[in-house]
């Protein structure tokens, strides 16, 4: 059974969906609470260069925090930024829904304020541009009505006035747009001004215009209601409101200026249906773009919250890398596992030797009484304290940490770099960690409270053995000696070497030391010893005023932190200032808008004028991307096709014809759109909801669906011209009153019968109706070409194409085979306006009208297609850093994992709080612990051959050999703690799913035993040596914890442990002795033991022990 105290989190791969589920309903809510963290550097550069030096917690807590508010997304009620527009479903535009149709004017602002200004930078960024455009053209616009002004020979000077003025402010708008200093709040001017110059043309342009007509200004005033709406930066509601201002004010000068016409309203209700109809256009290229640029904003924005979230993990898997590894070795380690698998018949060995360095040894002396008075968890949040303060001290004397061994820490000083001071700064480490102690002693009352340490200098060879729990160590000749320094030291007392003292010069005192009399290694080997004297000058002064609080079980305050106390006295645990999530993603959002520039991704690419990719790979990607607003596209068909039909059965006389072609294609585009709705119908069969979803993510598919719906609703809008009746008036009346052409007057008119505006009587005497009002015909093409506009994802060469062949068409028809029309009506109105001649005619109006609105809608497109492009190429760059980043969070994971237990990783890396970061314990019951170590070891190395590496290389291939068994399935259970020496440490059911009920784990590692004496063996065979192995085991309750803030190391305490380990020390060469426990849980297990008899345990007095012989063969482990 397993007690977790501390609770480790999910699992990282858990975590990390969880998170990204998070992010995807951010997107899909808009909300802006996943929140992320300023950009930092690339994670390799956390390894390679100087400023890998994290700081673990201010990394650590805004990953908390980051994390925190990702699982709180459903549960704000202020998170949704676009929950309008997510219910505004595309099957309920398809559907007609009024409901749904209804919230495309409803706001579409980001609830979250700073997410909105965010957008508003990005669209700023986006349609700064597009801006500029609008300005161009409505120049063109002025410059066109200038030009047609005075080729009318108007005489007055108003109009002339008023059109050089809008282009002086139209100039003034063009280089504010394109100046390097134009903001979003110039922007925002701009646009009102803009209308307002609009509204001015507007007016212009009906109410001082010859000849006058209701239908004057119809086509410039449906162009500026176009390109307000589609090139304009505004929202739907001011977009709208801007159209419905337009109209309405051409609207009304029209009736100012032509209410004596009694056909008038005939051309009024034409152009209420023509402003109608260019609004909806509007909307639905409004609403999908500026859905569109939100979505995609979100989407980009989700992208690098993914990203960041993992280059945060990143960071913190690379500082527990660093932490436990030196950075040199880390290097070398992930270059050959990121590299390609060499073959060889050895594992690399990662190595170092090192000159002229000190090692420092430190035991914790009265460790035993210390632990009697405190609770497992105090203990291991002293040990994590006090060996946090130990590693804040071996940083300011430069020296490395190397291992914790319960209670004993040793580090080196003069490696990676090397230091001529490498010895001064091992005394001054020793000296402050009994000051640190002293500490501990005073406020505790363990008077036996000390530490023990002791110094030698000379060389070593340093790094990590094994393929599992790397761990960084040294080992040497020097190194032992300087472990047995420590063992004959005297508590309180920095204990060195004559190598020590000859480093040292004469900047300590000493005394001497007499070690060979406590340690029989020193005497052995004649070592002379020395004390550095107390109470002498130090190099540096560091003094602690105020005594350490120790965590007690009585007297705590609710909420107190038990550790505080200690974490300020012991100078660890300073306060970090944590900035908001919520602003280091937005800040960093916004250096990316910022530095976008739209002119070079677009010239590094997409090619300039078809707007395909350079890259075939993203234009075969870009290929399949679905259009999620095709379906609204067809709904604008809908409407518009009843609307250009009323504005022809309105002003041009009736033909069954026309009743026949407007509801066949009306029907068919309906048809479109309800099989295009068939996905989403819950109702139908599968075979043809599968059928509509691979055909709507055709993209092939639905260009055709487009071109062919633009087709039909130009085709319906032109179809009327054939029913008409063509003759030449003037050619016809010449020659019924045998006169010229030039002769035919207003009065050859009234004696004809013929009116302007009454088209049933024509010069022929034909039962076919004429028009006077042909520039309706145009009015209808001009909306069908808008349609254009509509289906934003339509590819822009395939409207170019469109565009060009229905302004071929129109021109053949008005210019060619049915001028007459247009003729006739330049004749009819000129006549019954009392002018004499025609100054400009209808068909060369309708020409320009034809290629100003083609160039504006071509433009449009390139401007559309290559937004949307460079938006996918931003989505597209931020998805790969994001795979990037997620492939090196899972390559970093397979490291942390050899560095820690995964679930002990994984609750260090996805802590909740400050203090769960720096300390992390478990009470287990039923573990089983091993001991294996190779008792001859130390006699087969030697450094006279290659200075003990070869004999390391063995020792790496023998260690390596044990890891791969552990790597097989039956042996997931047991968990590798750590190698120390020639001592291989492993123990099993540290976990709730690795301890059974049944004591699987127990047998599981007594398997492992067996598995790795056997495999010593055949070592032994191949390379001619007898190795002999001493195995111990023992089950029960452990603690289990991470120590050490700055450098974690985890590992398990208890007196099971310390049994274990004495089944190991106590054993017998090639025999593997247990406790009477492992024999109880095993002998029901088929297992074979020898009954050893009571044995001497250091601590533990007598205790019987049992040697394991091997299995029954009947049994289901053999």
């Not at 640029?293 to 992208?303: K, S």
Request: proline content about 3%; aromatic content about 10%; glycine content about 4%.
């Amino acid at each position: 059974m397993l007690d977790n105290s501390v609770h480790p989190a999910p699992s990282i791969t858990a975590s990390i969906q969880k998170t990204e589920k998070a992010a995807e309903l951010n997107r899909e809510n808009g909300n802006s609470s996943v929140e992320l963290t300023k950009p930092v550097q690339s994670s390799s550069s956390v390894i390679n260069g100087s400023q890998s030096k994290v700081n673990p917690t201010e990394t650590n807590s805004r990953l908390k925090i980051l994390n925190r508010t990702a699982e709180a997304i459903n549960d704000s009620p202020d998170c949704s930024c676009l929950r309008q527009e997510d219910d505004l479903d595309l099957q309920d535009l398809g559907c007609m829904n009024i409901k749904s149709l209804l919230k495309l004017f409803r706001s579409k602002k980001f609830k979250n304020w700073k997410l909105e200004r965010l957008f508003q930078l990005y669209f700023f960024k986006l349609n700064q541009n597009n801006l500029s455009i609008m300005m161009a053209l409505m120049l063109v616009i002025c410059t066109i009505q200038l030009i047609y002004h005075f080729v009318c020979g108007s005489s007055g000077a108003a109009k002339a006035v008023f059109i050089s003025v809008f282009i002086v402010i139209l100039i003034v708008h063009q280089i504010l747009c394109n100046h390097s200093a134009f903001s979003q709040r110039l922007m925002t001017i701009v646009c009102w001004s803009t209308c307002i110059v609009a509204c001015a043309m507007v007016l212009t342009m009906t109410l001082d215009v010859v000849p006058r007509s209701a239908s004057t200004g119809v086509s410039d005033t449906v162009f500026l209601i176009f390109i307000l709406y589609v090139l304009l930066p505004v929202r739907m509601r001011q977009a709208v409101l801007f159209g419905i201002i337009l109209a309405s004010t051409h609207m009304i000068s029209s009736v100012a200026v032509n209410y004596i016409d009694e056909f008038s309203w005939k051309q009024l209700l034409s152009n209420f249906f023509i402003f109608i109809c260019v609004n909806v256009i509007g909307i639905f290229t409004h609403y999908p773009t500026e859905m569109g640029e939100r979505r995609a904003f979100l989407e980009t924005r989700r992208y690098i919250v993914a990203r960041l979230i993992t280059q945060r993990e990143n960071q913190q898997q690379e500082r527990l890398l660093l932490s436990v590894l030196p950075r040199h070795v880390a290097m070398e380690m992930k270059a050959d596992i990121a590299g390609l698998p060499k073959d060889s018949m050895f594992h690399k060995i990662y190595i170092q030797r090192h000159e002229n360095v000190s090692i420092l040894f430190a035991d914790i002396c009265g460790f035993t009484a210390l632990s009697s008075q405190c609770t497992a968890q105090e203990l291991v949040r002293m040990l994590n304290e006090l060996f946090a303060r130990f590693d804040k001290l071996a940083a300011e004397n430069n020296c490395l940490r190397i291992k914790i061994l319960g209670d004993c820490y040793y580090c080196v000083c003069g490696l990676p770099e090397p230091r001529a001071d490498h010895a001064h700064c091992c005394v001054e480490m020793g000296l402050d960690m009994i000051e640190a102690i002293a500490l501990v002693r005073s406020v505790t009352g363990v008077d036996v409270l000390n530490m023990r340490v002791g110094i030698h200098s000379g060389r070593v060879h340093c790094g990590v053995l094994g393929l599992r729990k790397w761990q960084f160590d040294v080992w040497s000749d020097d190194v032992t000696l300087a472990n047995s320094m420590e063992a004959g030291g005297i508590p309180g007392r920095v204990h060195v070497t004559e190598e020590v003292v000859r480093w040292l010069g004469n900047d300590y005192q000493v005394e001497p030391g007499n070690g060979e009399e406590r340690n029989h290694y020193l005497r052995l080997r004649c070592i002379k010893t020395y004390l550095i004297k107390e109470d002498q000058t130090r190099v540096k002064e560091r003094k602690y005023t105020s005594p350490i609080r120790t965590p007690r079980r009585d007297g705590k305050k609710i909420g107190e932190d038990p550790t505080q106390a200690i974490r300020e006295k012991l100078g660890i645990g300073d306060k970090q200032e944590i900035k908001e999530p919520d602003d280091e993603v937005n800040e960093y959002l916004g250096q990316a808008i910022n530095g976008r520039s739209i002119e070079y991704l677009r010239s590094q690419h997409v090619r300039p004028i078809l707007l395909t990719f350079r890259n075939p790979e993203m234009e075969a990607k870009y290929a399949v991307v679905r259009d999620d607003m095709f379906k609204s596209h067809l709904v604008c068909a809908i409407i518009m096709l009843p609307l250009i039909c009323a504005v022809q059965l309105v002003i041009i006389p009736s033909s069954n014809v026309v009743l026949v072609v407007f509801p066949v294609f009306w029907l068919t585009i309906i048809i479109f759109c309800v099989f295009c709705s068939f996905e989403s119908n819950l109702c139908l069969p599968e075979n043809m909801k599968l059928l509509s979803y691979r055909m709507m993510s055709n993209r092939i598919f639905t260009q055709a669906i487009s071109m062919t719906t633009i087709v039909m609703v130009f085709v319906a809008s032109l179809f009327c011209m054939f029913a008409l009746n063509t003759t030449d008036l003037k050619n016809c009346l010449a020659r019924i009153y045998n006169i010229s052409e030039s002769e035919v007057t207003n009065a050859v008119l009234s004696n004809s019968g013929i009116k302007y505006g009454d088209e049933t009587n024509n010069c022929t005497g034909s039962t076919s109706a004429t028009s006077h009002f042909p520039e309706y015909v145009l009015f209808s093409v001009v909306s069908a070409m808008l349609s254009n506009a509509v289906f934003i994802k339509a590819s822009n060469l395939l409207k170019l194409t469109i565009l060009i062949a229905m302004s071929i068409v129109f021109l053949v028809l008005s210019m060619v085979t049915h001028v007459s029309l247009y003729d006739n009506r330049d004749f009819l109105l000129y006549t019954y306006l009392g002018y004499s001649e025609t100054t400009f005619s209808l068909k060369w109006i309708s020409m320009a009208t034809i290629l100003l609105f083609s160039a504006t809608l071509f433009i449009h497109a390139q401007q559309v297609e290559s937004t949307s492009r460079l938006d996918f190429i931003w989505k597209q760059q931020a998805h790969e850093e994001k795979e990037e980043m997620a492939s090196l969070r899972t390559y970093n994971m397979k490291l942390v994992a050899n560095i820690l237990p995964l679930h002990v990783a994984e609750h260090f890396l996805k802590s909740q709080n400050k203090k769960d970061e720096d300390l992390y314990y478990q009470d287990c019951d039923n573990v089983c612990v091993m001991f294996a170590t190779i008792a001859n070891f130390f006699e087969f190395y030697m450094e006279y051959y290659n200075e003990g590496v070869e004999c390391l290389r063995l020792l790496n291939e023998i260690i390596a050999d044990f890891d791969e068994i552990l790597g097989q399935e039956r042996f997931l259970c047991i968990e590798k703690i750590k190698t120390t020496g020639a001592t291989y440490m492993a123990a099993s059911g540290l976990t709730e799913k690795t301890n059974f009920a049944d004591n699987r784990h127990v047998i599981a590692a007594t398997e492992y035993a067996l598995a790795i004496r056997e495999q010593l063996q055949y070592v032994n065979s191949h390379c001619f040596n007898n190795f002999q192995m001493r195995i111990g085991i023992s089950v029960g309750p452990v603690v289990a914890g991470v120590i050490g803030a700055r450098k974690p190391q985890y590992d398990i305490w208890g007196n099971t442990v310390n049994v274990a380990s004495r089944m190991d020390s106590t054993g017998e060469l090639g025999a593997i002795q247990v406790t009477q426990e492992v024999h109880n849980v095993l002998s029901k297990n088929g297992y074979i033991f020898e009954c050893r008899g009571n044995i001497k345990v250091k601590g533990k007095g007598d205790m019987l022990t049992y040697l394991l012989k091997g299995r029954n063969v009947e049994s289901p482990e053999a």
